[in-house]
């Protein structure tokens, strides 16, 4: 694929995804959970195939300069196919959104007015390292009627090629249009920037990745986007925490998969704890490796520990690195939430409802959470079946998106002859 060829590859597409936006709109929920049962099908008789072929990705891996936990998002195993595969058994268990009548109201004259459910159309979805999502995005764009244009991370090439193939299959297989799911085949990266320009075909863009990525993209697109720049997320150790939840909790949030973006990058505790509970949580994030980067105050309380600067608040360590401060009262630690979080998933641990009720409504993050890991903001946890990413903004979605998010309304009236004067 030469530079010349991008604008019309890329157009072409983006024209296909279009066509089959249109066509898969009236598509029967019983239809496109054919396809879903055909695709769990195909991703359990071909297990051993598509575990050959990421190897191949995971062979290469060093070359693209991986980190670790970029790595681990890359590998497929039995029990991660395993997985998408539940994750698909999910996403059919849901009702069809589509044509689901939100709201209605008849009018004096007799006017009957409802608002009811429609897909966005076409989305473009750019992602990094991990080929799940492959099967996760394609899942969702068609089970809510949009048609999908994927375009995965050279890293994952020879795996979501793969999948690519399945979905293509099964597609075919119940009488669904191809189209409807397509693979970026080229990993030249100006070709997202030409999809970018194509706001009259592509409806919406999500990208999931780095941050340089979702800025060039928040940057370039001519449509709407669905995003989060950084997953800067808080544990605070309110004043009445108890001792083996805060620390269960807190080790949760940072250790289970510490590459992700629910993974809690900040430490809160109420100084009421320091001599009660911090040591002891503190004992078990350094039993797990965790390197704290401590205020003043918690610096002269960890051994091992190191000085935090102003940007350790801020950062997304995507590793077991984790930031500590010590706050006299919630109100420092919502103002500090404020000031150094991403507005994504924030945690706190109590057990006092009245703490609870003014965290939950003063911290103003896409998912805050009482008494549980931050880990829990996601699409199959939440019960959605699975996401196409999470997004920090306002607009439109919120949180983790799944079904509902890849749809939008339109109203719809029933009338018998009236006009209006």
């Known amino acids: 694929m030469t530079e010349l060829d991008l604008p019309q590859y890329t157009q072409l597409l983006a024209q296909q995804a279009r066509d089959a936006s249109r066509k898969l709109v009236s598509a029967s929920g019983d239809q496109k959970n054919a396809w879903l049962r055909r695709m769990i099908e195909l991703i359990r ?132 249009p191809e189209q409807a799911v397509q693979l970026v085949e080229t990993t030249d990266r100006e070709a997202v920037g030409h999809f970018l320009k194509l706001s009259e075909y592509i409806d919406v863009t999500i990208p999931r990745g780095g941050k340089g990525l979702i800025e060039r993209v928040a940057r370039d697109a001519t449509m709407p986007v669905i995003k989060h720049f950084d997953g800067v997320c808080h544990v605070y150790l309110d004043k009445s925490a108890e001792l083996e939840p805060a620390k269960s909790i807190t080790v949760n949030s940072k250790c289970q998969r510490p590459g992700v973006c629910n993974a809690a990058e900040s430490l809160l505790v109420h100084t009421d704890l320091v001599e009660t509970v911090f040591p002891a949580v503190v004992q078990a994030l350094v039993e797990q490796g965790v390197e704290l980067r401590c205020c003043p105050r918690s610096l002269e309380l960890v051994s091992g520990g190191k000085p935090a600067t102003e940007e350790d608040y801020a950062t997304e360590y995507g590793a ?102």
Do not use: W
């Open 320 to 421: 077991k690195i984790m930031s500590v401060k010590i706050v006299n009262d919630m109100d420092e630690a919502i103002s500090r939430i404020h000031k150094y979080g991403s507005g994504h998933t924030e945690s706190i641990i109590t057990t006092e409802l009245a703490a609870a009720e003014k965290f939950t409504t003063e911290v103003d993050s896409a998912a805050v959470i009482v008494n549980a890991s931050t880990r829990f903001n996601d699409g199959g946890e939440f019960g959605l079946g699975a996401e196409i990413g999470i997004s920090t903004d306002k607009f439109h979605a919120r949180g983790p998106c799944g079904l509902h998010e890849l749809t939008s309304y339109k109203y719809v009236a029933h009338g018998a002859g009236q006009i209006r004067g």
């Open 45 to 176: 008789q071909r297990t051993p195939e598509l575990l050959e072929v990421n190897a191949k990705d995971l062979e290469q891996a060093p070359t693209y300069g991986l980190a670790e936990a970029s790595i681990d998002r890359l590998r497929l195993t039995e029990a991660r196919l395993e997985g998408i595969a539940t994750a698909l058994e999910e996403i059919i268990a849901l009702p069809n959104p589509i044509g689901e009548v939100i709201g209605s109201n008849m009018r004096p004259n007799g006017l009957l007015v409802t608002r009811v459910r429609v897909p966005l159309g076409v989305v473009f979805f750019i992602y990094e390292s991990r080929p799940n999502v492959t099967i996760d995005a394609a899942a969702l764009c068609v089970k809510s009627g949009n048609a999908v244009i994927l375009r995965g991370g050279k890293e994952a090439f020879h795996s979501n090629m793969a999948f690519y193939a399945l979905l293509q299959q099964g597609l075919k297989d119940v009488g669904l």
